[in-house]
């Protein structure tokens, strides 16, 4: 079936609480998602601007509105999100002692709306500010406005708060996980209390009522032309969950790969390993009889031996003579006169002194 697949299992009695680890780990499933289709529409956008260029340009808003859809779709159905019915996992409402709702009878309206909105605005907010921190942060660099503008000031004062009010809402949620794991909250997330939920492993009750209720939507016949609609766009919407989920499974850890790849905090590494090796310097000619020996005294020309007058370099090897020499050189050979690299007039660079 689309939702439960082979990999949910039920929880033993008495084991309902999941463990960290599954918890961390349903959080972390989205989070690796993500990056790895922003590069897949990169990729897109690269090859065919004139035609994926709007995915690129508006990918956070078709992604959160793809995010919506999925999420609706499997909190209607299973009483969970995504990720979390990936781990075998149910949302519950707050104060559900030992009688649990089956996960097919759904979250309360209140509950569910909320988790809703929790589980796609918060990463979507989240994104937009880093990236006008990030913008701030350019425009602060390179910004014509005075220091003595309202408006510097003002996103000055915004980007020295945010590493703080950043730290505050990590801190946040390792607190909570703290308390998870030492058993003093029900929830290893705020985003779950706020939403007023928790959760709970699969029971063997719910994966049987998970599968008779997709038995029966799959069986179910319909006549009217809404009624057909609904229907096809339901299964559709079924379908694509379950290929996500059948591909998640198959590809997490692909998934996960490209978003360490891919990460920005790893480019330098990748960088420094897929280099090109610095290539070896150029041979030198064979000098002819009349190529130059390099002096003693750099303000000695190799040609004339004589001190310099009017330096001149060649840009071809950076050696400096007197432009006489060097002119007469390069028009009669066509080479450096010391290395022997193949050399042009307008190669020649006159040099100015601070004494000339």
Sequence with gaps: MAEVGAHLTAAPAGEERPSVFEAVAQDSLMAAVKPALQHLVKVLAESNPARYGFLWRWFDEIYVLLDLLLQQHYLARCSASFSENFYSMKRIPMGNGKQQPLATAGLP???????????????????????????????????IHPPSSS??????????????????????????QLCYILGKAEHHSPL???????????????????????????SSQTHSFTSRVQS????????????LST????????????????????????????????PPPPVHLDHEPSSAVL????????????????????????????????HGFVKAHQRCPVTGYATELQHLVKLYSPES
């Design 151 to 176: 408006w510097k000031r003002f996103y000055r004062a915004f980007l020295a708060a945010y590493p703080y009010v950043n730290m505050t809402w990590e801190g946040w949620f390792l607190i909570q």
């Design 109 to 143: 309206k209140r509950h569910h709306w909320k988790s809703l909105l929790l589980l796609v605005l918060v990463p979507y907010l989240k994104g937009k500010l880093e990236k006008l921190v990030s913008s701030l942060r350019e425009e602060d660099e390179y910004s």
């Design 295 to 326: 002096p003693s005294l750099k303000s000695v020309c190799p040609l004339c031996r004589k001190v310099r007058v009017n330096a001149t370099a060649l840009a071809t090897s950076g050696f400096v003579f007197c432009y006489r020499c060097a």
């Design 192 to 218: 779950l209390k706020l939403a007023g939920v928790r959760l709970v492993r699969l029971t063997a009750e719910d994966i049987q009522a998970l599968e008779k209720k997709w038995a029966e939507s799959t």
């Design 247 to 278: 591909g998640l499974s198959v590809s997490v850890f692909f998934l996960q790969f490209l978003d360490w790849w891919y990460s920005s905090e790893n480019q330098e590494t990748i960088k420094s390993l897929t280099a090109l090796p610095t």
């Design 232 to 243: 096809a766009l339901r299964r559709a919407l079924g379908a694509v969950a379950f290929s």
